[in-house]
């Protein structure tokens, strides 16, 4: 049996936020918001990433530019800071702005895992929308990686992931700059085929990214991964860079039947998430 020990507790709202230490794996620690896991957080190791999607977005940013250079990534969601510390460990003085709606829970966070003294962090703290649309985020211009985790406990609000909130990204990323959306989804994937549409509306090249079999009609409710950039993705043409066991990828003509009739998400239209609650994922 795995037992944790409690090294925070905050309320957020209605919702309590705990970091939990793993008291089999030393170093590790996991936080979670209303008993929901969020992050998952190797202190002795930042490159050690336990969650899949973590993994293949590490591969995509491996990819983003030469090995060791610096790469100014955006954060939209810190968690406990997991894909930022590893651009730290891999790609050291690498500016990094996190855009974080709890500003309580990042102290906590930093206070109990410290990031490194020469890290080049800095974070904004409201709305990611509303930070995405005001013209005071001066920081946040020329992103070269911009890793998009806004979940509200399971949950994804429809206003953070529409076309007029795409484009507001799009439009602080550098060229050639790489966006990754991660979502929560199963089949049939009404959700996410809708957000491959509207990444597609707004960037030139997408690319879908499935750990699990998306044509199994009784499949699980999962991370899925959309990277979206206005040139070719590396991880479209080489998939093999995302590692083993390889995923479900669909680029091009295959990302195209695969969303097939659905309609891209505007601010009127859009959806929130699947919640994981519902009885259909059970």
């Known amino acids: 049996m795995l037992f944790h020990r409690r090294v925070f507790s905050l309320l957020l709202g209605d919702r309590e936020a ?4 793993s008291r089999l794996r030393r170093g590790r620690y996991e936080l ?19 969650y899949e999607y973590t993994r293949h977005v590490a591969r995509a940013i491996d990819a983003a530019a030469p090995a060791g250079s610096p790469l ?11 894909l930022a510390r590893y651009v730290e460990a891999t790609r050291p003085g690498s500016r ?3 855009v974080e709606f709890e500003p309580d829970l990042y102290a906590a966070v930093v206070a109990a ?7 080049d962090v800095r974070a904004v703290f409201g709305d990611a929308r509303e930070v995405a649309d005001s013209a005071e985020a001066r920081d946040w211009t020329n992103a070269q990686f911009t890793v998009v985790d806004l979940w509200d406990a399971a949950v994804i609000r429809h206003r953070v992931a529409s076309r007029e909130f795409y484009t507001r990204v799009a439009a602080r990323s550098a060229p050639g700059g790489v966006v990754a959306v991660n979502l929560l989804d199963g089949h049939p994937f009404v959700y ?11 960037f030139d090249h997408v690319a879908v990214v499935i750990d699990f079999d998306p044509g199994d009609k009784d499949g699980p409710l999962g991370n899925v991964l959309v990277f979206a950039s206005d040139r070719p993705l590396a991880i479209a043409r080489h998939p093999a860079l995302l590692g083993e066991p390889a995923p479900h990828v669909f680029t091009e003509s295959a990302l195209t039947e695969w969303i097939g009739s659905e309609r891209i998400m505007t601010d009127a239209d859009g959806t929130d998430s699947p919640d ?4 259909r994922w059970a």
Do not use: E, K
């Not at 994981?276 to 009885?279: E, G, I, K």
């Open 113 to 119: 895992l410290p990031l490194p003294a020469s890290s």
């Open 192 to 202: 996410s085929r809708r957000q491959a549409a509207t990444l597609r509306a707004v």
């Open 96 to 98: 990094q702005l996190v």
């Open 18 to 21: 705990v970091l939990l230490r």
């Open 276 to 279: 994981p609650d519902d009885p």
């Open 32 to 50: 979670r918001v209303g008993g929901v896991p969020q992050s998952i957080v190797s202190a002795n190791d930042p490159t050690a990433l336990v």
């Open 72 to 82: 100014f990534t955006v954060h939209l969601g810190a968690g406990a800071l997991t």
